[in-house]
């Protein structure tokens, strides 16, 4: 097995759907992922642990119930742990995602939103 | 407390020291750093954990025993646990980094370029 590269824009030109994160390396316990996203997701938590967003084109804001926080490119957000949240995009953003294996993407939300487990571009 | 945002670019220039991680962040119990590097590294392994490399600067170069990975901006790659592994760069690189809390920088190598611990930009 070769060691693998992951080219963060090649991943991102591979799809085009949204709000559906895509395995693209493993960390110990933990996926990276990349996703794209726009408009609005829903409000949720993620009781178990933190989660990592880092922006990698256009302008995301995640609310939070105490206030927004906006992430442009090379820019990075820890939503700790129990930290309801609900990320929010006027256009298309795309984003690398850090989380641990098994977190589900609409937390303890569910709803149309829950996207099915994608390691297709692993 | 505020939601802090995590500028990259920003981190990196509050400093110019070589070889020297300075943790920018936390995600359960790992660490995001930032660091710089020219010249090269010393050969080392982390028994326990992985360890991701993101460059956002420069070229990095990690040296493996069975090849080399070579790394631009915008690119990540995840040294498996157990992989020695020897980091170089002809030019300056600025890179992210993601840990487990207590990794120490030369592994199982120790000497002269083991790093002190610093969140000094946290």
């Known amino acids: ?11 991102l030109s591979h799809f085009s759907d949204l709000w559906s994160p895509k395995v693209v390396g493993r960390l110990n316990d ?6 794209k996203v726009q408009g609005e997701f829903v409000w949720h938590t993620h009781e178990e642990t933190d989660e ?12 939070l119930r105490d206030g927004d926080v906006v992430l442009r490119p090379g820019q ?7 930290v309801e949240h609900c990320p929010i995009a006027d256009g298309e953003v795309h984003a690398l995602l850090i989380e641990l ?3 589900i993407n609409t937390g303890n939300a569910g709803g149309e939103l829950t996207a099915a487990y994608d390691d297709s571009l692993l």
């Open 1 to 11: 097995m070769g060691h693998e590269v992951v080219d963060i824009a090649t991943k």
């Open 30 to 35: 933990y996926e990276i992922k990349v996703v």
């Open 52 to 63: 990592l967003f880092l922006v990698v084109h256009g302008e995301l804001t995640i609310q």
């Open 76 to 82: 990075l957000f820890v939503v700790p742990r129990g």
């Open 101 to 103: 294996v098994g977190v």
